[in-house]
């Protein structure tokens, strides 16, 4: 018994280390990721995360942390327009779509695990193309994951389910494509956020897909003159179809 006991009060000691170190990290992992724009701290929280997550592969927290690290890294990437953003997105999509999956299954009645892994399907449509997406299966993993976190919490992340779920049902090619829920859900998150620039040109998109030009006009000309570059730069390239 005192040999059991023994060998246990090691184990524990060798693994409370390894759990105080992965949380350290994950604390810092969060600091990192409220930088905007920084893909150098985006890519420091996916090593801590992605660390943490692997070390302790049962907690929930370090799961939904390293995808949506992959996310806004991927993100970013896009935006910034970097050499090879498109491999960026397939590669870092795809790995963010693991740990979101993972949360997932840890905690199904909780919002982040959804949210972060339909987003993180974004990001590889992105890399692949979202016809790519489509064969693989992944049109309803997406649009369930987008759906429950918009039952769990729609305001999480500032509204993310709803802007996430109407730029879902605008993006999909026909058939698939519904303008009516598109504009129904990016409508709701205008009122939350009417100042927001991606939230601006998205609508003014799904204003656009349904004839509406002089609503998604006002839209996409304050998108243009916002300071985010890369949706002012999409607002101008609709505007200047109109």
């Given amino acids: 018994m005192k040999k059991f006991l023994s060998a246990t009060a090691v184990l524990i000691m060798m ?5 105080a ?5 994950l604390e810092e992992a969060k600091a990192l990721m409220e930088r905007d724009n920084d893909l150098e701290a985006y890519q420091k929280a996916i090593d801590l995360c992605a660390a943490a997550a692997d070390s302790q592969p049962q907690s929930f927290e370090a799961n939904w942390m390293a995808a949506k690290a992959y996310r806004l890294y991927a993100d970013e990437a896009k ?4 050499e090879g953003w498109e491999a960026v997105c397939k590669d870092y999509g795809k790995k963010g779509m693991g740990y979101g999956e993972k949360a997932i299954a840890l905690d199904p009645g909780r919002v982040e695990g959804h949210f972060w892994y339909g987003t993180c399907v974004g990001s590889y449509s992105d890399g692949v193309s979202i016809l790519t997406a489509l064969k693989e299966g992944l049109k309803d993993k997406t649009q369930t994951s987008f759906e429950t976190a918009y039952k769990i919490d729609k305001m999480y992340k ?3 389910p ?4 109407g730029r879902f049902w605008s993006v999909l090619p026909w058939p698939l494509k519904d303008k009516k829920k598109a504009l129904t859900f990016l409508e709701e998150y205008h009122s939350y956020y009417p100042d ?3 939230g601006l040109v998205y609508l003014g998109q799904a ?3 349904v004839k509406e030009k002089d609503k998604a006009k006002g839209l996409l000309e304050k998108a243009a003159a916002s300071d985010e570059k890369f949706y002012s ?3 101008n390239k609709l505007l200047a179809d109109l």
């Fill in 79 to 82: 935006k910034q327009q970097i």
């Fill in 15 to 19: 693994v409370l280390p390894v759990i």
């Fill in 233 to 235: 730069d999409q607002a």
């Fill in 21 to 25: 170190m992965a949380q350290d990290g």
């Fill in 196 to 198: 927001n620039p991606e």
């Fill in 162 to 165: 709803v802007l996430a779920i």
């Fill in 207 to 209: 204003y656009l897909d």
């Fill in 158 to 160: 500032e509204a993310g």
